[in-house]
């Protein structure tokens, strides 16, 4: 069950994310993100606290954003390029797993584009990063698993 501290803590996440307050935005998003007992999950809700908090520059919430993009859920559309968009400000911000993913992610497509070249071009050198693929589902569900483990000891902004 829930405790008393869990829930008191819910009505102060809840109170600062409706005044504004953009890692209590995140925080409310994380809790409806895994559903932690006081709030049922929904990554309706969760991407919803997750957009309020990133456009406050957040670097949790940008990367959990484009997370979200990138699968395409609670009614987004997958967006690749604008999930781009969010993990390199992500990183900007020093979120080292935002600047992994892109990596993975640029170099992929690096490799897409080198596979495409070689194969109309024999006489085309092999792709320096051998053959490197971007897996979305080992972030996906590793992001929903770091939120569960931290549950209310989250970054610090």
Not at 64 to 71: F, K, P, S, T
């Amino acid at each position: 069950g829930v405790g008393e501290d869990d829930k008191l803590a819910a009505e102060y996440y809840l109170r600062a994310a409706t005044k504004g307050h953009a890692h209590a935005r995140y925080s409310v998003g994380a809790y409806y993100y895994v559903g932690d007992g006081w709030l049922p999950e929904s990554e309706t809700d969760a991407v919803e606290y997750f957009a309020l908090a990133a456009a406050q520059e957040h670097a949790g919430a940008m990367y959990m954003l484009a997370d979200n993009l990138l699968e395409g859920v609670a009614g987004l559309r997958q967006d690749r390029d604008l999930a781009k968009i969010w993990l390199l400000a992500a990183g900007d911000k020093g979120h080292r797993g935002a600047r992994s993913r892109l990596f993975a992610m640029l170099l992929e497509e690096e490799d897409r584009v080198a596979r495409v070249t070689s194969d109309s071009s024999s006489s085309s050198p092999p792709h320096p990063h051998g053959s490197i693929y971007y897996d979305p589902s080992k972030f996906t569900d590793a992001s929903r698993q770091t939120l569960r483990r931290r549950k209310t000891t989250f970054d610090r902004a």
